[in-house]
């Protein structure tokens, strides 16, 4: 009962400050205006790694040295635009793992090399069939059109596709490249992409009003106060904690009401995404636990903590595709380094569940990690804050 009077004493005080509600409200919604403005409204993107996986069923014909397949993706990974690699080629053994990878943005398309693509070749060539006639073989493109990646990477396989067939019949045969697109994909823009990113930013921003709230305690001596009443240090931090999860329950609804309203197309759950809200306002707290230890004034506990939660935003791929830097691998997962924020674990939850339709439990391993993470992070600040203020 102590907590819940606590926390709502903080809402109170919290709803007289009308500049903190432009920071947790009018800011990320605005946010999602300016990203709207930059890539809702054009078809520019903002990849610049074409990274295409290709699966390859070929085989060699006996007494040749190879296959045309693996042929092709030499010549793929070989290619070049101004003197740069014009994409970069891996290859990959099963479909479900490569979808996997086109449905989280890490790779432009997947390309199938058929089986018998090496014998087909060989054999129309020594046919000498005619110009206008099709080689015999399916070669197959999958990835989701409503990505500039995908549509940079169809549009210059199609030329050096042909290209190939060409070198290697004599003549330019006409080529059917079949294309295949990702269930539930084909209208995502990167909008939509970076809409997920968005309300973790939001979120994020509770860092600043935790902060805030803790060093106008202390320095308005309330605090004091506090202790000489039978209310425990702990009781005043889960009464803190539980008036940033309220806040948390209205920033998610806020910031995905308007990013529907400027177009954002979700596919899933907006209560699943509100759970996910729930578990990062907990790191959120704990980043401005962290910093009420160190600062003494409310401006700047409230800038301080706002910094390190945007940059935790920024550094983890919530928003903008960052380099891969893999760490380990863990039950069949390339671990990034970034993964080990919680920002990260909670976009890619949010993209799953509200761009892919995914369910609670179809993705149990980020929500897994995000609610240690955040655990770690609230365990890390208020463990430092008893230890120095309490």
């Known amino acids: 009962m102590k907590i819940l009077v606590i926390a709502r004493k903080l809402l109170l005080e919290l709803w007289r400050e009308p500049m903190l509600w432009v920071l947790l409200f009018v800011f990320p919604i605005g946010f999602i205006w300016m990203y709207d403005l930059a890539f809702g409204q054009t078809e520019g993107g903002m990849g610049h790694y074409f990274k295409v996986l290709v699966i390859n069923e070929d085989q060699s014909l006996p007494g040749y040295e190879g296959s045309l397949g693996a042929k092709l993706i030499d010549s793929l990974a070989e290619s070049d635009l101004e003197g740069q690699p014009l994409f970069e080629i891996r290859p990959v053994g099963d479909r479900r793992q490569a979808e996997i990878l086109l449905r989280e943005r890490k790779a432009a398309a997947l390309l199938f090399i ?10 129309f060539r020594r046919e000498g069939s005619s110009p206008t006639a099709s080689p015999p073989f399916d070669i197959r493109l999958l990835g989701d059109p409503g990505t500039d990646n995908f549509v940079f990477v169809h549009g210059y396989l199609d030329g050096l596709l042909q290209e190939f067939i060409r070198a290697e019949v004599g003549w330019q045969p006409t080529l059917t490249i079949s294309y295949e697109f990702i269930p539930g994909t084909g209208t995502t823009s990167d909008f939509d992409y970076g809409v997920p990113g968005l309300i973790v930013f939001g979120l994020m921003l509770l860092s600043a009003s935790t902060a805030l709230i803790l060093v106008r305690e202390e320095t308005s001596g309330t605090i004091k106060r506090l202790r000489l009443a039978p209310i425990t240090s702990g009781e005043l931090l889960a009464g803190v904690l539980v008036s940033q999860m309220v806040l948390a329950l209205a920033i998610v609804p806020a910031t995905y009401a308007a990013a529907i309203a400027l177009g954002f197309q979700s596919r899933g759950s907006w209560l699943t995404a509100v759970g996910i809200g729930l578990l990062v306002s907990l790191s959120a707290v704990g980043i401005g636990l962290l910093t009420a230890c160190f600062t003494r004034s ?62 609670a439990g179809e993705i149990a391993f980020e929500i897994g990690a995000l609610a240690v993470l955040s655990l770690v992070f609230f365990l890390a600040g208020t463990g430092m804050y008893w230890k120095l203020k309490g």
Do not use: H, W
């Open 114 to 123: 058929p089986a018998g693509f090496t014998q087909a070749i060989t054999q």
């Open 298 to 359: 409310e401006s700047a506990a409230a800038n301080l903590s706002a910094s390190l939660g945007v940059m935790l935003v920024l550094l983890s791929d919530a928003m903008y595709p960052v380099p891969e830097v893999p760490i380990a691998t863990l039950f069949g997962r390339t671990i990034q380094v970034y993964d080990l924020l919680p920002t990260a674990q909670a976009a890619e939850a949010l993209r799953k569940v509200l761009m892919l339709g995914e369910s």
